[in-house]
């Protein structure tokens, strides 16, 4: 009978946001351009105009046509959520259960030795039972996620 060793459950969900600062022109016409400081903004005027010019880009602001703003403000520059979720792992009796994926994903196992020990996709629901021979170590790779197990 095979020992239950481990059951490793990871997050199945994450969010990383990060705020950066920007400069946020307001047109007289409420139009706004927003130049994230990264890319390095200069503001400066000429001959009754505030020009700003970032990287590549210049926009030019005629300051009599009406109010024109610039503030610095905090803005979200990058999201990320993953497409897939993490696979939750149940070592079993017979070997290995992966839940929590999406379906037809590959799932690669190899012995300790790494040889491949053999393929495998999981069903339409997302799941997979893999039946792994007691007393040998295995690596289990599921996309960009890869575990160690140990059956007794």
């Known amino acids: 009978m095979i020992k239950i060793l481990a059951t490793c ?6 969010i990383t946001m990060m705020a950066e600062k920007a400069v946020e022109v307001t047109a007289a016409d409420n139009s706004k351009t927003v130049f994230v400081m990264s890319a390095e903004p200069v503001i400066h005027f000429k001959n009754q105009t505030m020009v700003l010019t970032a990287q590549q880009q210049e926009i030019h602001y005629y300051l009599f046509d009406g109010n024109v703003k610039a503030r610095i403000i905090d803005i979200t520059t990058d999201i ?3 497409d897939k979720q993490t696979p939750k792992y149940t070592l079993t ?12 994903e ?3 196992v190899y012995g300790i030795n790494g040889m491949l020990v053999g393929h495998y996709l999981t069903d339409q629901s997302g799941h997979a039972s893999i039946n ?19 059956l007794r």
């Open 80 to 82: 990320k959520t993953p």
């Open 132 to 150: 792994l021979n007691g007393n040998s170590i295995y690596i289990v790779k599921v996309g960009n996620n890869t575990i160690k197990i140990k």
């Open 9 to 14: 459950t990871m997050l199945l969900f994450s």
């Open 93 to 104: 009796q017979d070997g290995l259960s992966l839940e929590g994926m999406g379906a037809g």
């Open 106 to 108: 590959r799932i690669d």
